[in-house]
Structures are given as structure tokens and as C-alpha cells.
Nanobody, 124 residues
Framework: QVQLVESGGGLVQPGGSLRLSCAAS????????ISWFRQNPEKEEREGLS???????YYAGSVQGRFTISRDKANNTAYLQMNSLKFEDTAVYYC??????????????????WGQGTRVTVSS
């Protein structure tokens, strides 16, 4: 059974950092696409933030230069290092997995598997 479990969310002050983790299990191949999304109550659709696949990484403009995605294949875990956090980064963060890469990696509909989400609150 495929499962994604996020962790690492919490409360942080503006300018602070957090590292989110996404533990993946149940995949028969390690060549899967892992992406991070977020959603806040004011928006209907989840926002694609970053993607990692085949050694390449991709970022949305809203997080480019502040967030870094990485992956430890040995431990089947992906990470999202978030620096210089802003109030507007407050959201529930999700990791998602897909078996095939697509250039429109930021579209939620392309993903087959989702974690349960971890909440990040940026507040002073």
C-alpha cells in the first residue's frame, strides 16, 4: 500500500526556517516524482511549490530562492527546507507522488498519491 506521511510543520516567526519531511512507502520503484504543495483556506486549489525527479528540481516563483527540495532515496524520504518564511507561507503543506514526470508538475491533478498534510503557521 502506497503511503506518504508528512511531518515537520509548526509555528515559526517571519524570517524563520522549517524543514518538512515526506516519508514514502509502498512504491515498487524509487524513480517516482515527489512534489510539495500547499493550501490555505482562502484558495480552492493547492499550489504547487517544488518538484524533484531524476536528479532535477523545479520551483514555483513564489518560493524560488527560499525553499529547497531534496530527497534521500536510501530512506525513501523527501524534504522541503523552507527559509525566510513569510506570513503568506502559512498553509497546510502536502507532499504528493506520481509515477511519471510532466512539465506541468505544479498541477495537483497529475498526482496519484497524497499525504495527509502538515500545518505551517508563520506568525509573530
Amino acid at each position: 500500500q502506497v503511503q506518504l506521511v508528512e511531518s515537520g510543520g509548526g509555528l515559526v516567526q517571519p524570517g524563520g526556517s522549517l524543514r518538512l519531511s515526506c516519508a514514502a512507502s509502498g512504491f515498487t520503484s524509487d524513480n517516482i516524482v515527489i512534489s510539495w504543495f500547499r493550501q490555505n483556506p482562502e484558495k480552492e486549489e493547492r499550489e504547487g511549490l517544488s518538484c524533484i525527479w531524476g536528479g532535477a528540481t523545479y520551483y514555483a516563483g513564489s518560493v524560488q530562492g527560499r525553499f529547497t527540495i531534496s530527497r534521500d532515496k536510501a530512506n525513501n524520504t523527501a524534504y522541503l527546507q523552507m527559509n525566510s518564511l513569510k506570513f503568506e507561507d502559512t498553509a497546510v503543506y502536502y507532499c504528493a507522488a506520481a509515477r511519471l514526470y510532466h512539465p506541468a508538475w505544479y498541477k495537483p491533478a497529475l498526482y496519484d498519491y497524497w499525504g495527509q498534510g502538515t500545518r505551517v503557521t508563520v506568525s509573530s
